[in-house]
């Protein structure tokens, strides 16, 4: 998560980005650039990699349509199969997570995202207001306790706890830790 963290730091200080466009271009442009930012951060010699919309084949929808794909997913080198996918999302203001909490919702406690995986993340790109307040409202939301984590306490990096028990996570993990990740965005046009 630390690569992670570096990855969104070097996004908003150094890299040229318009924070004003509508919120599905600046998520994808965002995605696409902090997973440049991201590997920058890596070493060279990690046990895994990060991938930019890996397919998780796991939870495919009968008669041939396209898996789901997270944003990103950082992917072990000796099992392929086992991911930590990260959904990312842009939060208008720091109410507005009813998006985020249906991913939470949808794909990761439904195991199409972490089918073999005990955790995953959540990244919520907020343009206005606290990211307390956001931590408040997916608390409300999603209706659990999200604990800071000690280690990334720094970044306010919280995580919640979950039981999956859908029909679809046959045969997959259980417990399921979601990792909450908000970056306040700049305010300006762009970033310098």
């Known amino acids: 998560m630390r690569y992670v963290w570096t990855g969104t730091e070097n996004l908003t200080t150094t890299l040229q980005i318009d924070f004003t466009q509508d919120m599905e271009h600046l998520e994808r442009g965002l995605n696409q650039v902090l997973a440049h930012c991201i590997r920058d951060a890596m070493k060279d010699q990690t046990p895994f990699f990060l991938e930019h919309h890996p397919f998780e084949d ?11 794909a997270p944003d990103l997913a950082f992917i072990l080198r000796a099992n392929l199969r086992a991911s930590f996918p990260i959904e990312a999302k842009v939060l208008d203001t720091d109410g507005a997570v009813a998006d985020y909490v249906k991913e939470i919702n949808d794909n990761f406690l439904e195991c199409r995202y972490a089918p073999f995986s005990s955790h995953g993340a959540m990244l919520g790109y907020l343009r206005k207001g606290t990211v307390d307040n956001v931590i408040q409202s997916v608390q409300k939301s999603i209706g659990c306790t999200l604990v800071l984590l000690e280690a990334l306490e720094q970044w306010k990096h919280h995580t919640s706890k979950h039981q999956r028990v859908s029909a679809n996570c046959n045969g997959c993990p259980t417990d399921f830790t979601c990792h909450h990740m908000i970056l306040l965005l700049p305010t300006g046009p762009a970033a310098a």
């Open 58 to 68: 796991h939870g495919r929808d009968p008669g041939g349509g396209q898996p789901k």
